[in-house]
C-alpha cells in the first residue's frame, strides 16, 4: 500500500473538486460480448460467473485509479484489489462473500466455492471485518434480467471509495451472447478514461484462450 502525495498529485484539484459533493460517484453501464468465455467455461465445465468474475478481477487490477482507496483522509494505492461479491440462496436472500485474487483462477475459483457453500450454509448478510476492508471491488450479479442502467444505494458517505460492478443476465443477438456491466466510482479517484479502461480490457480477457 502506497500513501499518495496530494499535494503534488496530477489529480489534484479533480479530486478536491469532486469530494466536496455530497455524492462525489458516477458510473457507466456498457454491454461485453461474453461469447468466446461462456463457451471456454462449459467446456472447462467451470462457473461462468467465476470465469467471468476473474476476468473482471483482471481488469481491475491492470488499471491502478480502480485500486485508489480514501482512508483516514488520505489516498492510498494498493498493489492488488481482491473480490467482494454478493451470492443469492434458495430462500431469495444473498450474503457477501470476500475471495483473495489470483491470477490463477484454480486457486481464485478454489476460494470463491468456499465461499459459496458458506453463503449457502449460513443465514443474514455475512458481515465481518472483510466489509470494512478497502482493498477490494464489490460485485454484484442480477441473473434474472437484462439492464441498461442501475441506481446503488448510499449513505452519501464521500469518504465511500470502494467501486461497485454489477453483471446482469446476458442477451442473444445475432448469435453473440452480450453482458450488461455496471460500473460506479469516486469521481475524485477516476474518470470515464479509467473506466473505459476497464471495460476495454474485460472484453480483452473474456476474448482471451
Not at 457507466?28 to 463457451?39: F, L, M, P, R, S
Not at 481488469?59 to 498493489?79: G, T, Y
Not at 468456499?114 to 454484484?140: F, Y
Not at 469521481?187 to 476495454?200: K, R, T, V
Request: with cysteine; net charge negative; proline share 2%.
Amino acid at each position: 500500500m502506497k500513501i499518495l502525495d496530494i499535494e503534488n498529485w496530477k489529480r489534484k484539484e479533480h479530486y478536491e473538486f469532486f469530494s466536496k459533493m455530497a455524492s462525489p460517484y458516477f458510473g457507466i453501464t456498457a454491454e461485453v460480448d461474453c461469447t468466446k468465455a461462456y463457451e471456454k467455461a462449459k467446456e472447462k465445465g467451470i462457473s461462468f460467473f467465476s470465469y467471468y468474475l476473474h476476468k473482471s478481477m483482471i481488469a481491475v487490477n491492470s488499471v491502478e485509479e480502480l485500486k485508489l482507496r480514501i482512508i483516514d483522509n488520505q489516498v492510498v494505492l494498493f498493489d492488488t484489489i481482491h473480490a467482494g461479491a454478493t451470492i443469492g440462496r434458495n430462500d431469495g436472500t444473498f450474503g457477501f462473500i470476500f475471495a483473495n485474487f489470483s491470477n490463477d483462477f484454480e486457486e481464485f475459483n478454489s476460494e470463491i466455492q468456499k465461499e459459496i457453500e458458506a453463503v449457502h450454509q449460513s443465514t443474514g448478510l455475512r458481515l465481518n471485518n472483510d466489509d470494512i476492508k478497502k482493498n477490494l471491488i464489490r460485485h454484484s450479479t442480477l441473473p434474472w434480467t437484462h439492464f441498461t442502467s442501475l441506481l446503488h444505494p448510499t449513505n452519501f458517505d464521500r469518504t465511500e471509495s470502494v467501486p461497485k460492478i454489477t453483471f446482469v443476465k446476458f442477451s442473444i443477438r445475432n448469435d453473440k451472447k452480450h453482458l450488461p456491466v455496471s460500473v460506479e466510482a469516486h469521481h475524485g479517484l477516476a474518470d470515464g478514461l479509467h473506466l473505459s479502461q476497464y471495460f476495454n480490457e474485460f472484453q480483452k480477457q473474456l476474448d482471451s484462450e
